[in-house]
């Protein structure tokens, strides 16, 4: 006959399972919800965003959601969920502008508010490993333009910028319309996050330098970048990224801390 001390303790062992008491992911049991995400970072892709954000310090944190709007202090609609501080909404088309916010949630459901960073994402397009030519030696193959992304003559109205060798040199041109910035070496194309404010070649020009990355101001109002990965005989090597939007200078990506208050939002 079993004894009953030890009936009535798996008894109560049972019921302590059941209600979730003796669980480790439910030992904070409660309506207290975790503190918003912090820290939020947004990189701009092609046709794809990615965000990050800082870990939550409390250690009933089961997952994170993820939400976007057109506008910071608009509706926060849900595109999905990540278990780490990570993820990738391949759903951000390029020429549109997003708002995104993190929530965290608990074991036992709670979710926190929505996090306070103003992050968007502006994705645009990329290209790799496109060349062109000295304007001397292969005149038809010397240009480039963002607005259908192809190599075009260095005189061709559609022209961004264009390759001229001149004396022991190469240097990238823009005509009078347009901005051309060195911004110095780089690591990848990713590496420049936005367009500068000033700091325009006064010339119109800029020496072509191997892992240097150049920002164009077009004279349309457009920014792009370019990063010379090699130089070839008369040939230079490049990647690029354009901005569709008009006037955006984001190329990559932004934060701005927001204080508690100042903007309201909701999610759907």
Request: proline share 5%.
């Amino acid at each position: 006959m079993l004894n009953l001390k030890i009936y009535f303790s798996l008894l109560m062992s049972f019921i302590l399972i059941s209600c979730g008491i003796n669980d480790p992911y439910h030992h904070n049991y409660d309506n207290q919800p975790p503190a918003p995400p912090t820290g939020l970072v947004v990189y701009n892709g092609d046709n794809r965003a990615e965000i990050t954000w800082n870990q939550n310090r409390e250690s009933d944190v089961e997952g994170y959601r993820v939400y976007y709007s057109d506008s910071y202090d608009g509706k926060y609609e849900y595109i999905g969920s990540s278990n780490n501080e990570y993820f990738v909404d391949r759903d951000a088309a390029n020429g549109g502008k997003y708002y995104y916010a993190v929530t965290a949630y608990d074991y036992n459901g709670n979710e926190s508010d929505l996090s306070y960073d103003a992050v968007y994402s502006a994705p645009r397009p990329e290209g790799f490993n496109e060349a062109i030519f000295d304007s001397l030696y292969n005149p038809y193959k010397s240009g480039f333009t963002f607005t259908d992304y192809y190599v075009v003559p260095y005189y061709d109205n559609s022209t961004d910028f264009f390759v001229e060798y001149y004396n022991g040199k190469y240097y990238f041109d823009v005509y009078d319309d347009t901005e051309i910035q060195d911004m110095g070496p780089t690591q990848d194309i990713y590496d420049i996050p936005f367009a500068p404010e000033s700091g325009w070649s006064p010339s119109g020009s800029a020496v072509v330098k191997v892992g240097h990355t150049y920002v164009i101001w077009t004279y349309d109002n457009h920014y792009a970048k370019v990063r010379v990965s090699n130089i070839s005989g008369t040939r230079v090597v490049f990647d690029w990224a354009f901005q569709l939007i008009k006037g955006e200078p984001m190329l990559k990506t932004k934060t701005n801390n927001v204080a508690r208050g100042q903007l309201i939002r909701s999610r759907k």
